[in-house]
Nanobody, 119 residues
Framework: QVQLVESGGGLVQAGGSLRLSCAASGSFLRINAMGWYRQAPGKQRELVAS???????NYADSVKGRFTISRDNAKNTEYLQMNSLKPDDTAVYLCWSNADVPFTTRDYWGQGTQVTVSS
């Protein structure tokens, strides 16, 4: 019912920047909160940042001051601007959203985009 498509991952040197995008499409009534998670090899999936429909944001301590999450409700799209990247930021980044669909509210996930930061 909701498809999330990420873009913008890639390989960057430490100290560099990347911008991730995630566009939601499909049959839904409303996209509520959106966010980004990441999962590195051998590690648990962790929340990177989230944003409410009204624009309230939440960040993992490890990315505060370096990453900025934003969204465009008219386009059902969210963004993650990542600056001052570190090798520890290397992971698959997954887009998440909570959406109102007929008769219920559900969580949806994108397929993930690889971010690799070289030292």
């Amino acid at each position: 019912q909701v498809q999330l498509v990420e873009s913008g991952g890639g390989l960057v040197q430490a100290g560099g920047s990347l911008r991730l995008s995630c566009a939601a499409s499909g049959s839904f009534l409303r996209i509520n909160a959106m966010g980004w998670y990441r999962q590195a090899p051998g590690k648990q999936r962790e929340l990177v940042a989230s944003i409410s429909r009204g624009g309230s944001t939440n960040y993992a301590d490890s990315v505060k001051g370096r990453f900025t999450i934003s969204r465009d409700n008219a386009k059902n799209t969210e963004y993650l601007q990542m600056n001052s990247l570190k090798p520890d930021d290397t992971a698959v980044y997954l887009c998440w959203s909570n959406a109102d669909v007929p008769f219920t509210t559900r969580d949806y996930w994108g397929q993930g985009t690889q971010v690799t930061v070289s030292s």
